[in-house]
Nanobody, 122 residues
Framework: QVQLVESGGGLVQAGDSLRLSCAAS????????MGWFRQSPGKEREFVAS????????YYADSVKGRATISRDRTKKTVYLQMNSLKPEDTAVYYC???????????????WGQGTQVTVSS
């Protein structure tokens, strides 16, 4: 079983930056991609960013492209999401996920964390 624990969320003001972290533990796949998704009240969970095992392939949602950077440290089994120029519409619970291949769809991910709240005030 794989456990994912997100951290780094909080209350920030518009224009601020935030770095989310997600640490994996347990028996993961031999190689695995990691992704970030988010969900705000009344909306479906949406893709934010994902990164391949090697780190050579990264994908971003259009809504965060240019403001977000995903990275990973394989030795620490940790993925990071650096978010800059935060906007009120970035307010959501952010979830990290682990899957076999890098993808944008939530169905492609097998393991999920509990989420960390990010609130951006205007």
């Amino acid at each position: 079983q794989v456990q994912l624990v997100e951290s780094g969320g909080g209350l920030v003001q518009a224009g601020d930056s935030l770095r989310l972290s997600c640490a994996a533990s347990g028996r993961t796949f031999s190689t695995y991609a990691m992704g970030w998704f988010r969900q705000s009240p009344g909306k479906e969970r949406e893709f934010v960013a994902s990164i391949s095992w090697s780190g050579n392939s990264v994908y971003y949602a259009d809504s965060v492209k240019g403001r977000a950077t995903i990275s990973r440290d394989r030795t620490k089994k940790t993925v990071y999401l650096q978010m800059n120029s935060l906007k009120p519409e970035d307010t959501a619970v952010y979830y990290c996920a682990v899957g076999r291949v890098v993808a944008r769809g939530s169905d492609d991910y097998t393991y999920w964390g509990q989420g960390t709240q990010v609130t951006v005030s205007s």
